[in-house]
């Protein structure tokens, strides 16, 4: 029984630590409250779908920017796209770097785009594996018998 | 009479608006006609006073006149009665039997006979013929009365022969020597009556007199005797001698009296040379009265004058009594003066305080009106300055700049909902406030309101706790939002001022209240100070701020005032051990924007107009609130409201319990506090778990073990008791693990805050206050491996879960992720969620009639967006109106659906935008639980 506490601890300091490094922010949390029994899956359900998302935009961004004449309406209708997901999810370095590419967008400035691509990628990766980790946890915990703490 | 005509002329003027000045000129001639009337008076009286004095001078004149002849006529009479005597006794008779003494003495006694006489003497006609015999017979001569010697040779004489005593000198003396005398004695014969001398002075006593002569005859002569015939049938001449001084004096004497009149008698024979018979010439009032004297001689005429000694007095009467009457009258119209003034005055006060109401009231309404449009004029640039900040937020800011636009966004939603706050109580006092009458479950929105504060309090490690008592209605009629607003504010300001301690939220029906107050008179518990509160902290007695509240005067002993079963009377009491209200900041605390202090409002923000709202609602509400404040203990606040009870007419109207998978469960409480026992035994109670409370772990063990045929499902222990002894509860843990028969229990820790939880307190699991039934059966399930039964949403009975439970709702958003959100928050409040990922979809799923009952739109899409898809959608249903007219009476809201824009760009999401493009109103994007609540309620009530 202990190693259930234990988990549940470890969870509970990854979570906090999350949120510390500003990974996620409260979204995080209300998507976390609408999960419940008539959707026990809801917030892995939405992750991966945002994880979907992303992998999908993140293609077709680095597709348009490679091209010789950027099409800078389209390239920044993705990035509006990626923003409302990951701001839809609570990933918050992902929603800032996306405002930045915005704003670069408006400028058509090339560089400044793919150097935020390249962050935007880098921030996606970082929490995706973050948010992997912390699903599996959950699992584990979730496997051992214990619950996730209730608020 | 001139009251009348006064009256009139004021009356006559109308509107009763007389000038002062016209009253004044009435005043001013009121007093002249007085004077003249004082006057008028005066004279009046005077004179009647003088006429009166004459008429009394006049019958004491007659009466004093009258008296004097009286007398006269009197001695008169008896001298006559003499005259008759002396015929008979002494011509008659030869001889005489009348000589000088028999005379004497009969005149001596029979004096008192005649008062006024002083002497009576009888004289003889003696012829000259005769002369010589008489004196021989007589033995004296006949003497001249002037000169005393022997009267010289006439033709007849009249010597007195018989004289009274007191006139003894004048026998032998010839009457008709004398001029006075000689006229009288031939008047007398020639008339045969009396006759009067003219006054003369007596002889001795030098008074003033008259002689009275009578004739005496020989023989009896007819009435109509010539006077030679008289002449010749003379015998001789009887004279009395009048003393008038001393008669009129005598008389005066007998009849006087206060008011002195002076006498004067005179002889008026002689018309010119009056001569005066008695009286002096003393001075005395100028006014005299003359009364004429008859003495029997119609030859002589006499008078009496008669006046007053003393000069008319001054008439006081009349002057005294004219005076007061002027004063009276003068009083009497300055009075009505003065009373008219006043009228006047108080009028035209009247009128100004009519008009300056009027201008207050304008200005009041006026000064509302003003508000609710500057309050609703500056949410729309508001809206615009916090969708800028969220904007702001979005780029690349550094710490220092993200603290300060947080700030900022932070004052802005705080300005937001003071003017929301002024919007309301404007609306209030402009009357515009309306409560609506919806069915409600009380128990979720309280739940609904738990878990709005819900963090504040954990963060806090405040205890928060609700408790509704059996009584209340599941369901009841009223205006839940209006009701949460009141609750919620009062909550709010309680978590504000409170850092420890608890505050804990009851709901009783009014008549329980009322009865449990008179059991505890009865078992003299009347002190409640001493009972344990929820956190243990002291706090103030509840009852005091109910003290003045009708309700419970109204009520009888039994509260009997189930005069209307239908309406519902709650009181609600809010309880927290803040720091409580400053004494002197009472008073004042319902007062719109009236905070504790200055301080207070900077430390913890708000306006302070919220209990002033709060105050109105409950009024709204038929209610009354009332609240005790002790500071450094805490405050209560109690308010209570009308309902009506929904229950009787929608029976069991949604009334099942949140999660009927735990119906006839057992449960364990181990809680020393009956009151925070109470709270839990309230929520497991709702969720249909039977629970059991003992106060300590070794008898709860003792339970567990001991009662082998009742399962206990469940063990919830207080934080308080786990910490106590860890060893105890480390035991305890293991020992109900090993109870022998079935499965072993759950354990639940209830505790106030997320701080607690790093410590190592074993395998139970947590659950962190405050209690709601929802909750509490999600952490449940989790733990007891209960399965929901068919999909069914469990234990979401917010008050949002009934506004959009089972309502079909269409989710148009081009993002994916966005719209699983969005699909995921509108199911968990039970609404059955469709979604489409395009404008043109949404037009193709909303064509009239709808299907669904509403709409939540994102604005941003590519290809149509938000705002041109609804324009389509409107289009379409206003041809489908126009088609269906005839004879089509359908629910409106078939053919026009509620479309909600759902948009992260606040600045687009203006309400006026959004209703101006045809939308119905607008979500954030992150729901928002509240803005969530406040949208929809306006188009679905439950």
Redesign the interface.
């Given at each position: 029984m202990d190693v259930v506490t234990q988990m549940q601890r470890q969870l509970l300091q990854y979570t906090s630590s999350l949120f510390k490094e500003g990974f996620l922010d409260d979204q995080f949390n209300q998507l976390q409250q609408l999960q419940d029994e008539s959707n026990p899956e809801f917030v892995v359900e939405v992750v991966t779908l945002f994880f979907e998302d992303a992998e999908r935009l993140l293609n077709e961004l680095s597709k348009s920017l490679e091209q010789e004449s950027i099409h800078f309406r389209r390239v920044d209708a993705h990035v509006h796209q990626l923003k409302g997901s990951s701001s839809s999810i609570g990933a918050q370095r992902v929603q800032r770097v996306c405002i930045a590419f915005r704003n670069f967008c408006e400028q058509q400035n090339v560089e400044g785009c793919l150097k935020s691509l390249q962050e935007i990628k880098q921030e996606y990766s970082l929490v995706k594996t973050k948010l992997e980790t912390l699903f599996k946890m959950e699992k584990q915990l979730f496997a051992a018998g214990g619950s996730s703490v209730s608020r | 009479m001139w009251v009348k005509w006064w009256w009139e002329k004021i009356s006559g003027n109308g509107s009763m608006k007389v000038k002062s000045g016209c009253v004044r000129r009435v005043f001013y001639s009121w007093i002249v006609f007085c004077t003249v009337g004082g006057l008028y008076g005066f004279w009046h009286m005077s004179l009647n006073a003088c006429e009166q004095r004459k008429e009394t001078l006049i019958s004491m004149c007659d009466e004093r006149a009258r008296m004097v002849q009286d007398q006269f006529n009197v001695s008169m009479n008896h001298i006559q009665a003499m005259s008759i005597l002396i015929k008979t006794f002494h011509h008659n008779m030869n001889p005489s039997s009348i000589d000088q003494t028999t005379f004497s003495r009969y005149t001596e006694r029979t004096a008192f006979e005649r008062p006024l006489t002083s002497g009576v003497a009888y004289a003889v006609r003696v012829l000259h013929s005769e002369r010589e015999q008489f004196e021989r017979q007589q033995g004296w001569t006949i003497k001249n009365m002037d000169t005393l010697h022997p009267s010289p040779v006439q033709d007849e004489y009249a010597p007195v022969i018989f004289a009274q005593d007191t006139i003894s000198h004048v026998i032998s003396l010839d009457v008709l020597s004398g001029k006075e005398d000689r006229e009288n004695v031939l008047r007398a014969r020639e008339s045969g009556k009396g006759v009067l001398t003219a006054p003369f002075r007596l002889l001795k006593t030098n008074r003033l007199g008259v002689i009275l002569t009578f004739a005496v005859y020989k023989r009896s002569l007819p009435s109509n005797a010539t006077p030679d015939q008289r002449i010749q049938a003379t015998d001789g001449y009887l004279g009395g001698v009048f003393d008038v001084e001393s008669l009129v004096e005598k008389l005066l004497q007998q009849l006087a009296s206060e008011q002195a009149v002076i006498v004067n008698v005179y002889d008026t024979t002689n018309n010119t040379h009056p001569i005066i018979m008695y009286g002096s010439n003393v001075s005395g009032d100028s006014f005299s009265y003359v009364s004429t004297l008859n003495f029997g001689d119609p030859l002589r005429k006499h008078e009496m004058h008669c006046r007053f000694k003393r000069r008319p007095p001054w008439p006081w009467l009349a002057f005294n009594t004219c005076v007061g009457g002027f004063v009276i009258c003068v009083l009497l119209g300055y009075i009505f003066y003065a009373t008219w003034n006043r009228v006047v005055k108080a009028e035209e006060d009247r009128d100004e305080m009519t008009e300056l109401k009027k201008q207050a009231e304008a200005a009041d309404i006026a000064k509302s009106q003003f508000l609710a449009t500057v309050s609703h004029e500056i949410r729309t640039p508001m809206n615009g300055v916090l969708g800028m900040l969220h904007m702001l937020m979005?780029?690349?800011l550094d710490v220092t700049q993200q603290e300060y636009v947080r700030t900022a966004q932070g004052s802005g939603k705080a300005l937001v909902s003071l003017i929301n706050e002024v919007l309301d109580q404007a609306k209030i006092e402009a009357g515009k406030l309306e409560l609506e009458a919806s069915l409600f479950d009380l128990r979720a929105l309280l739940d609904d309101v738990l878990s709005l504060f819900?963090e504040k309090s954990?963060a806090k490690g405040i205890e928060l706790a609700v408790y509704v008592s059996d009584k209340v209605p599941e369901v009841l009629i009223g205006d839940p939002g209006r009701f949460r607003q009141i609750i919620t504010n009062l909550m709010g300001n309680s978590i504000k001022f409170t850092e420890k301690g608890h505050i804990y939220v009851t709901i009783h029906v009014v008549e329980e209240v009322v009865h449990s107050i008179e059991i505890d008179k009865e078992l003299g518990m009347e002190d409640s100070s001493n009972r344990v509160s929820l956190s243990g902290f002291p706090v103030a007695d509840s009852r005091r701020s109910w003290e003045g509240f009708r309700a419970f005067s109204q009520v009888g002993p039994l509260g009997s005032f189930s005069s209307d079963a239908d309406l519902i009377n709650l009181i609600v009491s809010v309880e927290d051990t803040g720091e409580g209200i400053p004494l002197e900041a009472q008073s004042r605390i319902f007062t719109p924007f009236m905070q504790v202090g200055p301080s207070v409002s900077r430390r913890h923000g708000g306006t302070g107009i919220g209990l002033s709202i709060s105050k109105c609602l409950v009024g709204l509400m038929n209610g009354e609130i009332g609240f005790v404040s002790v500071p450094k203990i805490g405050s209560t606040f109690t308010f209570t409201a009308l309902f009506t009870n929904a229950c009787n007419n929608h029976h069991q109207h949604q009334s099942n319990p949140p999660s009927s998978e735990f119906q006839g469960m057992r449960a364990l409480l181990i809680d020393p506090r009956p009151v925070r026992a109470k709270v839990c035994r309230y929520h497991m109670q709702r969720l249909g778990i039977r629970i059991k409370v003992v106060s300590d772990l070794s008898q709860g063990l003792s339970t567990i073990t001991e009662e082998g045929n009742q399962i206990i499902n469940m063990v919830l222990i207080e934080q308080q008791v786990w910490d106590r002894d860890s060893c105890m509860s480390s035991g305890f843990v293991d020992s109900t693990s090993r109870v022998h028969h079935g499965v072993p229990p759950k354990l639940f820790i209830l505790v106030n805050s997320n701080a607690c939880?790093?410590e190592?307190i074993?395998?139970p699991?947590?659950?962190?206050k405050p209690l709601r039934a929802s909750?509490l059966a999600?952490?449940l399930?989790?733990?007891m491996g209960v399965?929901?039964r068919n999909?069914?949403?469990?234990a979401?009975s917010l008050s949002l879960g009934h506004l959009l439970g089972g309502r079909k709702i269409l989710i148009v958003d081009?993002?994916?992720?966005?719209r699983?959100?969005a699909a995921?928050?509108l199911?968990?409040y039970g609404a059955d969620v469709v979604c489409v990922s395009s404008g043109k979809e949404a037009i193709s799923k909303l064509k009239p009639p709808h299907d669904f009952d509403a709409c939540f739109m994102d604005i941003?899409m590519?290809e149509m967006d938000g705002f041109e898809a609804t324009k389509k959608i409107r289009e379409m249903e206003r041809c489908a109106r126009s088609n269906k007219r005839e004879g089509f009476v359908d629910k409106l809201s078939k053919w026009d659906v509620p479309i909600l824009a759902m948009t992260?760009d606040v600045i687009q999401a203006t309400h006026e935008e959004c209703v101006r493009r045809g939308m119905d109103g607008y979500v954030s994007?992150?729901?928002e639980a509240e803005q969530l609540y406040r949208e929809v309620s306006r188009f679905f009530h439950s």
């Open positions: - | 979005d780029t690349d819900s954990q939880l790093g190592s074993g395998n699991r947590v659950i962190i909750m999600a952490s399930q989790r733990a399965t929901c999909g069914e949403v469990p979401t081009d993002n994916g992720v966005n699983t959100v995921g928050a199911k968990k941003q590519p992260a994007k992150p729901f």
